[in-house]
């Protein structure tokens, strides 16, 4: 399959060494959405009223404000405050509702509630992040389905974390036909639950250098299996930890 720019990100993250292609994948993502929000897109229009409607979650809002361009960060604040604080307003004006009118009728206007709660659980981030993951979730499986190489590039994988496997493993029959899908859940099963084996040696060795009897014993490999491990179960790291 010839390379073209949507499956260079797939490539170069199954082959890195990492626990996780997909979380490196959704790692760089990341990080370019972060980028893109305090670069210069901040003083465009179209994607001030973005940040406006959506806001931030609090993950990438810290993220953000780690970034140290206070006055960018200053600036989409001002605007995203001046429109919650607008929008709350005039919202409070209403009478309070419990979602239903005469006859049963679902009230069309939105509740003070319900917009607090949308504002939740929206991230102009996570947005950007989630919609590009997705691209990359469906070149997996055309790569898988077309790149003679790319199922041997999953199978010398370090495996995946359990949501990610477990989202390779639910989505799968959307893509691929019978014979394609039986493949490709034995490739997953095979690289997941190994290396699943593999990370619960590491950790168990781990737990057993805290013990006197094992002091003098060598490391192997689980100097690092705590924040592998978090990732492996959580699909993150802890904080300035890199593996």
């Not at 003083?43 to 206070?70: P, V």
């Not at 036909?177 to 490739?187: A, G, P, R, T």
Request: aromatic share 12%; proline share 3%; net charge neutral.
């Amino acid at each position: 399959m010839k390379e073209q720019l949507y499956t260079i990100p797939v490539t170069d993250a199954f082959q890195a060494d990492c626990e996780c292609p997909l979380c490196k994948m959704k790692e760089e993502l990341e990080k370019n959405a972060i980028e893109y929000t305090l670069g210069p897109s901040y003083m465009e229009d179209d994607n001030r009223a973005m940040t406006d409607e959506s806001g931030f979650c609090e993950k990438h809002i810290q993220a953000l404000y780690s970034q140290k361009n206070r006055l960018g960060l200053a600036l989409i604040l001002s605007t995203h405050l001046a429109k919650t604080r607008k929008d709350l307003k005039n919202l409070s004006t209403q009478a309070p509702s419990s979602g239903k009118a005469l006859f049963g009728k679902k009230n069309e206007h939105t509740s003070l509630g319900e917009y607090v709660d949308k504002l939740n659980h929206n991230c102009f981030i996570c947005n950007r992040v989630n919609q590009t993951f997705e691209r990359y979730i469906n070149t997996i499986f055309q790569m898988y389905k077309k790149d003679a190489d790319f199922p041997n590039k999953i199978k010398n994988a370090k495996g995946f974390c359990t949501y990610h496997y477990g989202a390779l493993f639910d989505q799968a029959s959307k893509y691929l036909s019978k014979e394609q899908l039986q493949n490709f859940i034995q490739d997953i099963n095979n690289v997941y639950f190994s290396n699943m084996e593999r990370m619960q040696e590491d950790i168990d060795w781990f737990i057993n250098k805290f013990d006197y009897r094992y002091q003098n014993e060598p490391w192997k490999n689980s100097k690092d299996a705590l924040p592998r491990a978090i990732l492996k179960t959580h699909s993150s790291v802890t904080p300035d930890t890199e593996l």
